[in-house]
């Protein structure tokens, strides 16, 4: 069974920081581009971050660029989003989802649609 499963959200002070991961199970991530997606109440989902399935690209959606960095750990099958200088309006619940890509290849898919495995979200919250 397919499965990924984020976690490390919670409540932080602007300025912050935290830590997400995102446990794959029942597929390796070798073959996969992972990306974040954030939704913010009242707001639809957008796109955090991408990482290409070799590990040798990256996107950021302007509003994270230098402040947020995804990582992975191919022995742990997880990818982690590093947040740091974390803003009121970082506030959302983030989700972690994969495109079969093959391995070894530098896409990193913008669209939505190209992802159809998704975890359940982990709830961020950014607040003083």
């Known amino acids: 069974q397919i499965q990924l499963v984020e976690s490390g959200g919670g409540l932080v002070q602007p300025g912050g920081s935290l830590r997400l991961s995102c446990a794959a199970s029942?597929?390796?991530?070798?073959?996969?581009?992972v990306a974040w997606f954030r939704q913010s109440p009242g707001s639809e989902r957008e796109g955090v971050s991408c990482l290409s399935s070799n590990g040798g690209r990256t996107r950021y959606a302007d509003f994270v660029k230098g402040r947020f960095t995804i990582t992975k750990d191919n022995a742990k099958n997880t990818v982690y989003l590093q947040m740091n200088s974390l803003k009121v309006e970082d506030t959302g619940v983030y989700y972690c989802?994969?495109?079969?890509?093959?391995?070894?290849?530098?896409?990193?898919?913008?669209?939505?649609?190209?992802?159809?495995?998704w975890g359940q979200g982990t709830q961020v919250t950014v607040s003083s």
């Open positions: 989802a994969v495109a079969w890509s093959g391995s070894g290849s530098g896409w990193t898919p913008i669209l939505e649609t190209e992802f159809y495995t």
């Open positions: 029942g597929l390796d991530l070798d073959y996969y581009a």
